[in-house]
């Protein structure tokens, strides 16, 4: 059971809230509940009678939408601006935010939706969980700068540093990646996965940012039991040479935004190759044209010269301030 079912669980068995769980779209809602909620409420022996199967005649109950004493779970996708409409909210689970639409048809941010569906209850919780995308383009990103950023520390069981697990301390001989093992950055103690995965049943969790209201957290794949070492190299090592491999690695093991290298530019390249041309225009200006841009409380007029094959040069620029409505505007 993952961290969300585990708290959504405890909602429905010992506090008794409305829920809405938040996902990408309707179809993912509906796998959802069929393949994870489905399964957790048969499995679960506090859960099993408190919420009736969907099929009975009088259970009240729908794929999107179970009742259980004190509360109930809505489940909903974020392309659906009226799921996200109506019954008031305590409790949202925000599930893989960052593929969210921009806005749930022409109503506006969907999580900012579901959080307006908590504003009458004052102990309500909103919980936003994602494999993070793009750099400055990530929701999830975003919400967790703005937290208390708490990384989970690992000691070593050689020196007792304790440090966030970080992808640069893995290590493995030349294109052996199968090999690989972690090197504790304070002592170079060496860690296969048994030592790793020993260390971490003793980490802490440590804020690094003053807490404001919000508790973020991040892992990444290192702190997982399910892979090793050696077969997370194994990934990177066959990904590094393709930016979309990288790409996907980059998000999904290592929990972390991608940044797109494209080619930069230099301003200050750029700016040294003006040229002043004083009074005189170019010999090969053949049509001069002014630009004006109308402002609330200004114009910002361009001059340009142009030339042959579409080739310009900026002659001139000013900004005139005054109002755009007003009568002596008319003749600027």
């Known amino acids: 059971m993952d961290s969300r079912n585990h708290r959504l669980c405890c909602n429905e068995n010992r506090i008794g809230s409305p829920i809405l769980v938040l996902q990408p779209t309707l179809d993912k809602a509906q796998a959802f509940s069929k393949d994870r909620l489905a399964t957790m409420l048969r499995d679960t022996p506090c859960l099993k009678n408190k919420v009736r199967d969907p099929r009975s005649r009088d259970s009240g109950n729908t794929t999107l939408h179970k009742s259980f004493p004190g509360g109930h779970v809505t489940i909903a996708g974020s392309n659906s601006p009226s799921s996200l409409a109506s019954r008031p909210i305590r409790?949202?689970?925000?599930?893989?935010?960052?593929?969210?639409?921009?806005?749930?048809?022409?109503?506006?941010?969907?999580?900012?939706?579901?959080?307006?569906?908590?504003?009458?209850?004052?102990?309500?919780?909103?919980?936003?969980?994602?494999?993070?995308?793009?750099?400055?383009?990530?929701?999830?990103?975003?919400?967790?700068?703005?937290?208390?950023?708490?990384?989970?520390?690992?000691?070593?069981?050689?020196?007792?540093?304790?440090?966030?697990?970080?992808?640069?301390?893995?290590?493995?001989?030349?294109?052996?990646?199968?090999?690989?093992?972690?090197?504790?950055?304070?002592?170079?103690?060496?860690?296969?996965?048994?030592?790793?995965?020993?260390?971490?049943?003793?980490?802490?969790?440590?804020?690094?940012?003053?807490?404001?209201?919000?508790?973020?957290?991040?892992?990444?794949?290192?702190?997982?039991?399910?892979?090793?070492?050696?077969?997370?190299?194994?990934?990177?090592?066959?990904?590094?040479?393709?930016?979309?491999?990288?790409?996907?690695?980059?998000?999904?093991?290592?929990?972390?935004?991608?940044?797109?290298?494209?080619?930069?530019?230099?301003?200050?390249?750029?700016?040294?190759?003006?040229?002043?041309?004083?009074?005189?225009?170019?010999?090969?200006?053949?049509l001069i044209t002014c630009g004006v841009d109308v402002q609330d409380d200004r114009f910002e007029l361009e001059v340009v010269g142009w030339g042959r094959d579409e080739e310009c040069w900026s002659l001139d620029y000013q900004v005139i301030y005054g109002d755009p409505s007003g009568t002596s505007s008319t003749t600027i």
């Not at 690992?154 to 199968?178: I, M, T, Y």
């Not at 050696?230 to 491999?245: I, N, R, T, V, Y």
């Not at 690695?249 to 002043?276: C, K, M």
């Open 91 to 286: 409790v949202v689970f925000a599930d893989e935010v960052d593929r969210y639409p921009p806005s749930a048809g022409a109503e506006g941010d969907p999580v900012q939706l579901a959080r307006k569906r908590s504003a009458t209850f004052h102990n309500r919780k909103l919980v936003l969980t994602s494999t993070p995308t793009i750099r400055d383009a990530s929701r999830i990103e975003t919400a967790y700068d703005a937290s208390d950023r708490r990384r989970y520390l690992v000691p070593c069981g050689d020196c007792g540093e304790a440090h966030a697990l970080e992808w640069a301390n893995v290590r493995w001989p030349e294109d052996r990646p199968e090999l690989a093992i972690y090197v504790c950055p304070c002592c170079g103690s060496a860690w296969d996965d048994v030592t790793r995965q020993r260390a971490i049943q003793k980490s802490r969790w440590e804020a690094t940012a003053p807490f404001k209201g919000t508790a973020g957290f991040h892992l990444s794949g290192l702190y997982s039991p399910w892979t090793s070492l050696g077969d997370a190299a194994k990934d990177f090592f066959a990904a590094k040479k393709l930016p979309e491999q990288l790409r996907v690695w980059v998000n999904t093991y290592l929990g972390e935004t991608w940044e797109d290298q494209g080619e930069q530019i230099d301003d200050t390249s750029v700016a040294d190759r003006r040229e002043d041309w004083g009074d005189n225009l170019p010999d090969d200006v053949v």
